[in-house]
């Protein structure tokens, strides 16, 4: 799809895509719980396996607490491509300068795609990023995703629309800097 990118496009999140994934939280906290009650009071209670799903029962929870805030407080416009850079609410306050990108690629993670902004460690920390995406930084990057990650759970957009348009965005700043 060919887009105009002298206007900002702005990307919105799904509501009905957010109570799906709402929906499924308490459905994996079940999951979680069932093991836990099932092994009550026998020697396995005390396995590693449960201890996991102790885990997953926070983890679970969080997950379904975080999903409801968003859909009744992040309203709106989420992502916004714009001539000069990408802003993405749920990583940080600021646009992210086309001119600081260094690279974008594509982290597929437990068979989901995340774009990968990778900017110098300078601007990232001139950056306000969100909790989530500061406490997220140091695992993403273990596990091979050196940079700010976003995704497009929970939007109006598939994740290959929004690669491709990321992309037609830094490609016409980039011909803009050829050009001057």
Not at 78 to 106: F, H, K, N
Request: aromatic share 10%; with cysteine.
């Amino acid at each position: 799809m060919h887009i105009d990118t002298t206007r900002s496009l702005e990307i919105s999140g799904s509501p009905l895509k957010r109570i799906g994934l709402f929906l499924l939280s308490p459905v994996m906290v079940a999951v979680s719980l069932f093991p836990i009650i099932y092994t009550w009071g026998t020697p396995e209670a005390n396995s590693l396996a449960v201890f996991f799903c102790y885990i997953g029962v926070v983890l679970f929870s969080a997950c379904g607490v975080l999903i409801l805030w968003r859909l009744f407080r992040q309203t709106g416009t989420v992502i916004e491509l714009r001539p000069d850079g990408i802003r993405d609410i749920r990583v940080a306050a600021e646009v992210i300068p086309w001119s600081a990108v260094q690279d974008i690629y594509t982290w597929t993670y437990q068979r989901q795609s995340i774009m990968v902004i990778s900017v110098p460690h300078e601007v990232e920390q001139t950056l306000s990023l969100t909790r989530i995406a500061r406490w997220s930084r140091r695992a993403n990057t273990a596990l091979g995703a050196d940079g700010l990650c976003i995704g497009a759970t929970g939007l109006t957009i598939s994740y290959d629309q929004l690669l491709d348009a990321t992309l037609q965005y830094l490609a016409a700043w980039q011909a803009t800097q050829k050009a001057t």
